[in-house]
C-alpha cells in the first residue's frame, strides 16, 4: 500500500475497491472501509463480478465482467478527462506520458466500455465524478486485479486513475494493494523474488552484487532467475532437476494442477518443509517437519509496510525445528556455514544490507512497529508514499494502455467464466483452517455460485452436486444459487482439496510481466450429474 | 481545563470530559459495567453513580459532564448502597454459576458483587428468565442467563465491525439480545469475529473454541501478529502449560497499532491447527514410494548430500527454492541467501502470484 491502512478510515473522502472482496479477504480492512462509510460519511464505489458485501452499501457498484478491468478505468478516465475534472496541476509537475495515455483513453467514451464490461454507461460516468471530485480518494485492489493475463496492466490503469486526480502522496489517497497473506510483503521485501536481493536491489545491478557478494562471501549468480510459475514449467520440461519447498503449497494453489503433479514427479529432487503433510509434500523425497508463527521469534510485514514482532508462545513441539535452524543446519551441511543465535541476528545482518529496514530494530519494533522506508535508527518510518508528487523513479510515468481480451475466453463447449477467490472461513490452501475445527465445521465444503437463471435452464437445485468441467479437468462440486454473479459467470473458493479447482485452472495464460496465472477467468462449462 | 473535588482531591481535566474520564485521567478508579470507551456511550448499566454536591440525583459519570467546581464523591455510604442495589437488580438476570464459568476470575460483574458484598438478589420474585443455550454455531457460546444488558456486545457489533447482527429486543425485565427474529448468529449478518467476545463483561459471550482449555488467570497472554491475511493484526496466543489455548486481544493502539483489538473469524477462532494431531514430529523419507521416520540428522544429510550432487551434475540453475509468505522476513531472508550463496541460482520466489 501506498498509504496506510487506518487512513481508510479516518482520512478516505472516498474509497474505490476493485477486484478486492475485502469484507472477506482482510475483514479488519473491511470493519475500517464500512465505518468510513456509514459514520463518516466516505463514498464508496465498488467494481467487481460479484455484488460482494461492501457492495451493499456502495453509492456506485459496478459489475464489470471479469477481465475488463482496463477498459472499466480507462472508461473512468474518458469521463474524467472530458469532464474537465483532472489534476492538472499534478499532471504537469509530477508526472509525464499524459497525452499518450489521453490519445488512447479518448474512444474509450462510457457507451463504448459498456458494451464491453456490461457497466451501464451512466454508472461509470457517476463513478468517475465521485472518484474525480472527492478532496481523498483512495484505490483498494487485491487479486481481483491482478490474477489477469492484463493483471500489470489493470494496475498500470490504476496508478493512470490516481495520477489523473492528484489522489496520490496525501493522507487518504493512494494505491493500495490490500496483500492476502500475512508476510507476503516481507518475503517480496527480504527478497523472496527472482530479480531482486532485499529491499528490492537488483540481481543484474553490479554494484549491489557486490555488496552482497562481499557480506556473504561468496560469487553470485548475476541472471534474474525463475519466477514460480516458470519454475513449474521448467520443471516440466526437465530443465530444472531440484526444488526446495518451504512453508508452500503448489499442489492446491498453482494453475492446472495436473501440469504441477507431472512438473513434481519429473524432478530429480524435492524436498519440503512444513508443518503438515500437505498435498505437495505427498509428492516429496524428503519432508522436514517446520513449526507455526506460535513457536518462533521474528518479525511479519503487513500490507501497509509496517514490521511487527511475531513472539515465540510456546516451544516447538517435539521433533520439529525453527524454520531458520533448518536452513542453516542445510546451509552448513553444504559447506556454507551458517550460524545464528537468534532471529534477531539474522535480522541485524539483513538491515545492514536493506536500505529500507536500516533503521529498525527489534528494540524499536516494540509496540507499534515501523513502517518502511525507515532508513536510519532516528527516523520514524513512513506512513504514506510519494509525498507531494515525488515517485521514486522522479515524475510519475502515465502508461497508455489498450482492452486485451483475457486468454481463455467461452466459447460454445465451454460458456461460462470461471472465477476464483476465498472466503471468509478459510485461507489459502486450507492447510492451516481446514485443521481449525470450528472453521472447518462451519464451512466443510466448496461450492460453487451459480446465477438462479442458469440453474434454472439447466435444472440445478441449491446444494445438488454438480460436475464443473474446464479444457484441463473437472471436479464434482456443490451447487450454491445466488444471484450476487451473472449468468455466465460461476465462482468458486480453491481452500478444497476435495474440490480443488486449481485442477481446471489455465498454466498458460499468465501476465507477460508479473508471471501471475489468470485464476479470475477460464472458460468452463457445468454439468448436471 | 476544568478543576473538581473528588473524594476530597483536587483533580484537572480538560474541558468537555465526563466525570468519569477526568476520574479516570487522575488514577480514581469508579466501577463501570457498560462504559466502553471505543463505544458510543450507553449510560444504562448505572455502576458508575457518584454523588455530586448539590445536585439532587446520582449522576452516571460515564455520561455526566465534569464541570469547574463540582464536589464528587465516588465512595460515599449513599452511593455503595446505591451501586449494591444497582447490582441486586443485574443479579435478578444473572446466573450465578460462576465454578463452571469460562469467565471465572475475568469478570466484572463477580469482581463488583465480590467487592460490594452482593451474594444474591432481593428482586427475583418470579424467578429468573432460563434461556436455552442452543445457538449451533461453532464459535460462539451464547448463554443469555448470565447476560446484564450493557449491549457493549450490540455496539461492538455495530460500530467496530459493522455487521450489525444482533440488537435489543423487548424492554424491560424482558429485555433481550437476539437476532432479528431472535434466531441463530448463522441465519443473521453475524461474520463470527467475536468482538462481543472481546467486549462482554460477563460469561455471556465467551469462545466455544477455547471452552473448559484454560481461565484467564492460568493463561500467559504472548503478544504476537497473526498468520493469516495480510492486515497484519496484532493478538494475544492464550498459553497454558506450553500449549495455544485460545486467542484474545489487546485493545491499545500502543500495542494494537492496525487493528486496535478487532480480529476477524479466522484471528479469532482459527488457532488450533497449531496443536492438530496431523502436526509433522520427524522428518519423513520416501523409500520406494512410501515415507519412513528418519533422524534429522539422516534426512539433512540426505538432502544436503543431493542438492550438493545435482549442483555439481547439472550446474545451479537446475534449481530452485520457494520461499513462504507464511514464514518471517529473517527465514525469507535466509531462505533467498540459501537459494542465492549456497545453491547458487536466482531461481527463488514464492506465493505471492497466487
Known amino acids: 500500500m501506498t498509504n ?150 489493470n494496475v498500470k490503469s490504476i496508478c493512470n486513475l490516481a495520477m489523473l486526480t492528484g489522489n496520490i502522496g496525501r493522507p487518504g489517497t493512494g494505491v493500495d494493494p490490500l496483500r492476502g497473506q500475512n508476510n507476503v510483503q516481507g518475503s517480496c521485501d ?87 503433510l500437505t498435498e505437495t509434500a505427498r509428492y516429496a523425497d524428503v519432508v522436514l517437519p517446520g513449526v507455526t508463527f506460535a513457536e518462533k521469534d521474528g518479525t511479519f510485514t503487513n500490507t501497509e509496510r509496517r514490521v511487527q514482532r511475531v513472539r515465540k508462545a510456546i516451544d516447538p513441539i517435539d521433533g520439529a525445528k525453527p524454520d531458520w535452524q533448518i536452513i542453516c543446519e542445510l546451509a552448513t551441511r553444504m559447506g556454507y556455514p551458517m550460524h545464528y543465535n537468534s532471529p534477531e541476528e539474522i535480522f541485524e545482518e539483513m538491515k545492514a544490507l536493506t536500505p529500507s529496514y536500516a533503521g529498525m530494530s527489534y528494540a524499536r519494533l516494540e509496540g507499534r512497529g515501523l513502517q518502511w522506508p525507515c532508513p536510519s535508527a532516528d527516523h520514524p518510518g513512513t506512513p504514506f508514499l510519494h509525498k507531494d508528487g515525488k515517485f521514486t523513479r522522479g515524475k510519475g510515468l502515465f502508461s497508455a494502455i489498450e482492452f486485451k481480451e483475457p486468454r481463455e475466453l467461452p466459447d460454445e463447449e465451454y460458456p461460462l467464466i470461471l472465477t476464483t477467490g476465498r472466503n471468509l472461513y478459510h485461507y489459502h490452501t486450507g492447510t492451516m483452517t481446514r485443521r481449525s475445527v470450528a472453521l472447518d465445521k462451519h464451512v466443510p465444503e466448496a461450492e460453487l455460485e451459480i446465477n438462479p437463471h442458469l440453474a434454472a435452464k439447466m435444472g440445478i437445485r441449491d446444494g445438488e452436486k454438480v460436475r464443473l468441467s474446464t479444457r484441463r479437468g473437472s471436479v464434482e462440486i456443490k451447487a450454491k444459487i445466488t444471484d450476487i454473479l451473472a449468468e455466465n459467470v460461476v465462482f468458486t473458493t480453491f481452500h478444497f482439496h476435495e474440490a480443488a479447482v486449481n485442477w481446471l485452472t489455465n498454466a498458460d495464460s499468465l501476465d507477460p510481466v508479473a508471471k501471475i496465472p489468470e485464476y479470475k477467468v477460464c472458460a468452463a462449462r457445468i454439468d448436471k450429474i | 481545563m476544568v478543576t473538581l473535588t473528588v473524594n476530597g482531591r483536587q483533580i484537572k481535566a480538560p474541558r468537555g470530559s465526563t466525570i468519569l474520564e477526568a476520574c479516570r485521567l487522575n488514577g480514581i478508579e469508579i466501577p463501570t459495567l457498560c462504559y466502553d470507551p471505543d463505544l458510543r456511550l450507553a449510560g444504562s448499566c448505572r455502576m458508575c453513580l457518584v454523588e455530586a454536591k448539590g445536585r439532587p440525583l446520582f449522576l452516571a459519570s460515564c455520561v455526566a459532564p465534569a464541570e469547574d467546581g463540582m464536589v464528587i464523591e465516588t465512595e460515599s455510604p449513599d452511593i455503595v448502597e446505591a451501586r449494591r442495589i444497582v447490582l441486586e437488580l443485574l443479579a435478578a438476570r444473572h446466573d450465578f454459576s460462576c465454578q463452571t464459568c469460562e469467565k471465572n476470575g475475568d469478570c466484572k460483574f463477580q469482581d463488583y458483587c465480590y467487592r460490594y458484598g452482593v451474594k444474591d438478589s432481593r428482586f427475583t420474585d418470579g424467578g429468573r428468565h432460563v434461556y436455552p443455550i442452543d445457538d449451533p454455531n461453532p464459535f460462539i457460546e451464547r448463554d443469555y442467563n448470565k447476560c446484564i444488558m450493557c449491549t457493549r456486545c450490540v455496539r461492538a457489533c455495530e460500530e467496530i465491525t459493522v455487521a450489525r447482527a444482533i440488537n435489543v429486543k423487548d424492554r424491560g425485565h424482558n429485555a433481550k439480545i437476539a437476532t432479528a427474529f431472535d434466531g441463530h448468529l448463522a441465519d443473521s449478518p453475524c461474520v463470527f469475529c467475536g468482538q462481543c467476545i472481546m467486549v462482554c463483561p460477563v460469561g455471556a459471550l465467551t469462545s466455544k473454541v477455547s471452552a473448559g482449555k484454560g481461565r484467564a488467570y492460568e493463561v500467559d497472554r504472548v503478544l504476537t501478529t497473526c498468520t493469516y491475511c495480510g492486515t497484519g493484526c496484532t493478538l494475544e496466543l492464550n498459553v497454558k502449560d506450553n500449549q495455544v489455548v485460545g486467542v484474545t486481544s489487546n485493545r491499545s493502539e500502543e500495542y494494537s497499532p492496525v487493528n486496535k483489538g478487532a480480529l476477524c473469524v479466522k484471528g479469532r477462532f482459527g488457532w488450533d491447527f497449531i496443536n492438530s494431531p496431523d502436526r509433522l514430529t520427524t522428518p519423513l523419507i520416501k523409500e520406494n514410494g512410501e515415507f519412513r521416520e528418519a533422524s534429522w540428522d539422516e534426512a539433512l544429510d540426505l538432502v544436503a548430500a543431493r542438492l550438493q550432487a545435482i549442483k555439481e551434475s547439472s550446474g545451479p540453475d537446475s534449481m530452485a527454492v520457494f520461499t513462504s509468505a507464511r514464514m518471517t522476513n529473517e527465514e525469507n531472508y535466509l531462505a533467498q541467501k540459501f537459494a542465492r550463496a549456497v545453491l547458487g541460482t536466482n531461481n527463488v520466489d514464492h506465493c505471492a502470484r497466487l
Not at chain 1, 478532496?135 to 483498494?140: F, N, P, S, T
Request: some cysteine; glycine content about 6%.
Open chain 1, 4 to 153: 496506510s491502512i487506518e487512513e481508510l478510515e479516518k482520512d478516505a473522502k472516498c474509497i474505490f475497491v476493485i477486484g478486492s472482496n475485502t469484507t472477506e479477504n482482510h475483514p479488519v480492512i473491511g470493519m475500517k472501509i464500512k465505518k468510513n462509510v456509514l459514520y463518516r460519511g466516505a463514498k464508496l464505489i465498488v467494481a467487481d463480478p460479484r455484488r460482494i458485501d461492501l457492495a451493499e452499501m456502495a453509492d456506485v457498484y459496478m459489475a464489470h465482467l471479469p477481465g475488463t478491468d482496463v477498459a472499466l478505468i480507462n472508461g473512468m478516465m474518458n469521463v474524467i478527462i472530458n469532464e474537465g475534472l483532472v489534476d492538472k496541476e499534478f499532471i504537469d509537475n509530477c508526472t509525464e506520458g499524459y497525452e499518450a495515455m489521453a490519445e488512447v483513453v479518448a474512444k474509450y467514451t462510457p457507451e463504448y466500455v459498456e458494451k464491453i464490461t456490461t457497466v451501464p454507461a451512466e454508472d461509470i460516468r457517476k463513478a468517475a465524478r465521485i472518484y474525480a471530485e472527492s478532496e481523498a480518494a483512495v484505490i483498494c485492489y487485491a487479486m481481483g486485479v491482478t490474477q489477469h493475463s492484463t493483471g500489470t496492466d
Open chain 1, 190 to 276: 527480504m527478497g523472496g523474488l527472482p530479480v531482486t536481493y532485499p529491499g528490492y536491489q537488483a540481481v543484474t545491478n553490479e554494484a549491489v552484487r557486490a555488496k552482497f557478494e562481499a557480506a556473504w562471501g561468496v560469487p553470485l549468480p548475476p541472471n534474474n532467475g525463475l519466477t514460480l510459475t516458470e519454475t513449474i514449467n521448467k520443471a516440466h520440461e526437465g530443465q530444472i532437476k531440484a526444488l526446495v519447498v518451504i512453508g508452500e503449497n503448489p499442489m492446491m494453489s498453482d494453475p492446472d494442477l495436473h501440469h504441477v503433479e507431472e512438473a513434481l514427479e519429473k524432478l530429480d529432487f524435492l524436498v519440503v518443509q512444513d508443518i503438515f
